[in-house]
């Protein structure tokens, strides 16, 4: 299945959030430790997973888009992988400044990981769009 249009898309992201939200409100109910690292691993592979179903105008529907490509724009790319880069920045500062958990680590390395495909999704994307078609 591929998501192409904005309210295809904005549906998917809404179901995401929304399911989010309520696991993020039962471990914080539950004050598990556990619970906070395995919502850390389902939301990096959440996000991940819907750029693999997402398309963009001019993609081919049928093919598997490479691992790489997060967006279908090098500008959209970078944002969200500045925005990633930026979280991680800030709650690691937070982190050394003493508010720091395991689940709070796991959290930035997935932040991290985040940001480090969109970053290579944009830098990628901008190569393509320079090379002579």
Do not use: C
């Not at 680590?105 to 970053?119: D, E, K, N």
Request: hydrophobic share 55%.
């Amino acid at each position: 299945m591929r998501f192409t249009t904005p309210r295809q898309k904005a549906i998917v992201i809404a179901v995401l959030i929304a399911v989010d939200l309520a696991l993020i409100f039962l471990f914080d109910a539950l004050h598990s430790e556990i619970g906070s690292i395995a919502l850390t691993v389902l939301q990096t592979a959440g996000w991940y997973l819907v750029t693999r179903v997402f398309r963009g105008p001019g993609e081919p529907l049928q093919a598997a888009r490479p691992w790489w490509r997060m967006t279908n724009r090098p500008l959209l790319s970078a944002v969200f992988g500045a925005l990633y880069g930026v979280s991680a920045l800030a709650n690691t500062i937070f982190s050394f400044a003493g508010y720091g958990s395991l689940s709070g680590w796991v959290s930035i390395l997935g932040q991290a990981v985040l940001a480090a495909l969109f970053l290579t999704s944009a830098s990628r994307l901008r190569a393509l769009a320079r090379v002579p078609a």
